[in-house]
């Protein structure tokens, strides 16, 4: 059965808890600020993604390079970028119940919550200020970066340089990024520390549009092929000019139908030669590129194609969560069966030996497979633990796509029985098979 809109984020919030996908963070304590620890699916299904997001356009293409930039960098180059005057919010306070919101995302003049009367709009400034060294004085002062998008633009000339790649091409990078948000919620969507995808990618200015549609396309392919999202729950919205950046020559938000209401999960941009030229001018280096064939110089522009990864593990779970009916141990009954129906590629677990019972042969049998698959590399979980009904349930519920499971007749045949996630039918293998029959189908339905 369907979950709806105003049901899927509970049952999912509890659902990630429960089965060890996210956690409040701090919460010995009370929580903290809206944050959130990954706990041991939840991390294995982040690395995925992200592991994912790497083949697919870091290894998988010759026209981008990584790299690893830090997370505090010179302040200067936050000056340079126009961070430190301009990356700011609105912000107003409600003088009744003191709750601070951002005004751009209010559509009354009086308090949401308690209908207050709202201070006048000011701009705060969500870049989170550290100090470096021993001493706490403007000297020291630095500033945890906000995306990851500066480090590219700062180590541009050095990978220039030293990877002699020739126009055009892209520098990717993945890491954490913080901001002081006004109003962070809705679960993992908007955090103040969250870990982004990013890529510039560097193009001679005529180019600049073909490659933006080349970049659209492949952003395309990632939400539908890789994510496995349902396209008529992502909406490519083009930002008019009014309403884009001053500095960007075309912007498109990939917004997604979350439970809340449809809102930004990447975005694309060209934002022509902006950054360089700032870092160029702040720094007097020379941060052209030369087109070894006509010996010119030029400044190139940059598409920048954004995903955030927490707002990636979000789109997947509530995608892929589902309700649906499986039948119990009583003949001709069913009960209400939660399932996770995860792309196996991205699935924290690959498959789940389960022997039928806790005896001695089946468990030695079922410890045997899980070395199997395990040396194939293939994310494998043993669980013994209640009945195999129940195990069955559990599974379903982490997103498992194949559930192996050890009798007593396997004893005699060699034989397991594999149970599909998503349909919940069975068939025999030979227990020698599993691991090119796990490798075989994970390429086959990835």
Known sequence: MAITPDKKMDVLVSLCKRRGFIFPGSEIYGGFANSWDYGPYGVELKNNIRNAWWNLF?????????????IIMNPKAWEASGHIKTFTDPLVDCQKCKKRFRADQLSGIV????????????????????????????????YLRPETAGGMFVA???VRDS?????????????????????????????????????????APENAPAAFEAWLDAMKVW?????KLDPAHVVYHEISEGDRAFYSARTIDIEYAYPFGTS?????ANRTDHDLSRHQEATGQDLRWLDPESGKKILPYVIEPSWGLDRSVLAVLLE??????????????KEDRCVLRLPPSLAPVKAAVLPLMKKEKLVDCAKDLVQQIRRQGIAVEYDESASIGKRYRRQDEIGTPWCLTIDHDSLEDKKVTVRDRDSMAQERI?????????????????
């Open 58 to 70: 870091v290894r998988g293409r010759d026209d981008v390079v990584g790299v690893d930039t830090p």
């Open 111 to 142: 308090c949401p919550e308690c209908g207050g009367k709202l201070t006048a709009a000011r701009q705060f400034n969500l870049m989170f200020k550290t100090y470096v060294g021993v001493t706490e004085d403007a000297s020291a002062l630095a």
């Open 156 to 158: 541009w000339k050095n």
């Open 163 to 203: 990877m002699r790649k020739r126009l055009p091409f892209g520098v990717a990078q993945v890491g954490k990024a913080f901001r002081n948000e006004i109003t962070p919620g809705n679960f993992i969507f908007r955090t103040r520390e969250f870990e982004q995808m990013e890529i510039e990618y560097f193009v």
């Open 223 to 227: 939400v539908t092929d890789v994510l």
């Open 264 to 268: 930004e999960l990447y975005g694309l």
């Open 320 to 333: 892929h969560l589902d309700i649906d009916e499986a039948p119990t141990t009583e003949k001709g009954e």
């Open 430 to 446: 030979l227990i020698a098979d599993v691991p090119a029959w796990l490798t075989e189908h994970l390429v086959q339905k990835p």
